[in-house]
């Protein structure tokens, strides 16, 4: 039985043609320290038209599409196209103890132009409010509801909705508030964490719940999906 050491791997995906997304074991010296599949080091590679045009080198988790929620291992890797050669590429990773995050790669012809974070998303994109684009939507972070002395509640954590466009993502901020009025009562910013520079509370103006007709309420987590 090989020793994780001599433990290899290359695992490659093709998104459009000539563009390459690679996950490949990096040799270890014989003297490192490896004791679990976790130490062993992975380099993530961007590839297109054969050239290499991103490299990154971390720990064996990050990308590991094992550890992230069924959802985004079906949904990832992502590419949304902008043109010839253009587009975005979205790459979920780990984040634990909190929701994975997306991080986008914003291609051009033989580079990376820029790199930001976004949410995961839920699935596939569909146009939600019936305008012919199609939306992708997700949430930051997972939230709770509890029940107190004026009722049932949960922590404020709005879906975002991002449209398809032919420049790429763009957060439909209009969509975004609207949903979030409609489960919420009020906008009250993109991120659960505004909640608390607006009201300089800690998650006290949460919307209510229906009281449950029996039986007990315990405190558990949710997903917050929202009204989608």
Not at 42 to 58: H, L, M
Not at 142 to 159: A, C, F
Request: glycine share 8%; proline share 7%.
């Amino acid at each position: 039985m090989p020793s994780l050491h001599n433990l290899a791997f290359a695992d490659d995906t093709t998104l459009a043609p000539g563009l390459v997304v690679g996950y490949h074991s990096i040799p270890r010296a014989d003297t490192a320290i490896v004791g679990d599949p976790g130490d062993i080091k992975i380099a993530f590679t961007i590839r297109q038209s054969g050239k290499e045009i991103y490299r990154d080198t971390t720990d064996g988790l990050a990308y590991d599409l094992s550890v992230l929620e069924p959802l985004a291992r079906h949904l990832y890797p992502l590419w949304i196209p902008t043109g010839p050669g253009r587009g975005e590429l979205l790459i979920a990773y780990d984040n634990r103890p909190l929701k994975a995050l997306a991080r986008r790669f914003f291609i051009e012809p033989d580079r990376v132009a820029h790199i930001d974070t976004l949410l995961t998303f839920d699935g596939p994109a569909r146009d939600v409010d019936h305008d012919g684009r199609a939306e992708f939507s997700g949430f930051y972070s997972w939230g709770e509801q509890w029940e107190d002395t004026r009722g049932r509640r949960r922590m404020y954590i709005p879906t975002l909705y991002y449209e398809v466009r032919p420049s790429g993502l763009v957060l439909d901020s209009a969509l975004t508030q609207r949903k979030a009025k409609a489960q919420y009562g009020a906008f009250y910013g993109y991120k659960d964490s505004d909640i608390k520079t607006l009201t300089n509370q800690s998650f006290t103006l949460n919307s209510e719940l229906p009281r449950p007709t029996g039986g007990a309420f315990s405190l558990q987590n949710s997903f917050a999906l929202g009204n989608r």
